[in-house]
């Protein structure tokens, strides 16, 4: 099992940018595909973004394409989201996701098994 701790979430501006982070340990996260979800209150979770275990294989929800890039450093056992152009409906609270992946296995699959705590994005209008 890994651990998955998020940072980087607050208060922004729509319009604006925030990265987040997702700091992984009690594993080295290279055969780990990663993922970012998000639940808006009310909603159902949603996924984000996922970023496969050498970084070459991506995935985005469409409500997020073109604005978000997901990427990772490996050495570093982290994570990031990249968010840009952020709306309103953005906010949400943010989960990191880590999956153990040592074969090909579609970005697309939402099924994930270790997840973080949530860090908080509330843009406003």
């Known amino acids: 099992q890994v651990q998955l701790v998020e940072s980087g979430g607050g208060l922004v501006q729509a319009g604006g940018s925030l990265r987040l982070s997702c700091a992984a340990s009690g594993r080295t996260i290279s055969s780990y595909d990663m993922g970012w979800f998000r639940q808006a209150a009310g909603k159902e979770r949603e996924y984000v973004a996922g970023?496969?275990?050498?970084?070459?294989?991506?995935y985005y929800g469409d409500s997020v394409k073109g604005r978000f890039t997901i990427s990772r450093d490996n050495a570093k056992n982290t994570v990031y989201l990249q968010m840009n152009s952020l709306k309103p409906e953005d906010t949400a609270v943010y989960y990191c996701?880590?999956?153990?992946?040592?074969?090909?296995?579609?970005?697309?699959?939402?099924?994930?098994?270790?997840w973080g705590q949530g860090t908080q994005v509330t843009v406003s209008s």
């Open positions: 970023v496969n275990g050498n970084g070459g294989r991506t």
């Open positions: 996701a880590a999956r153990f992946a040592p074969v090909f296995r579609s970005m697309r699959d939402n099924a994930y098994n270790d």
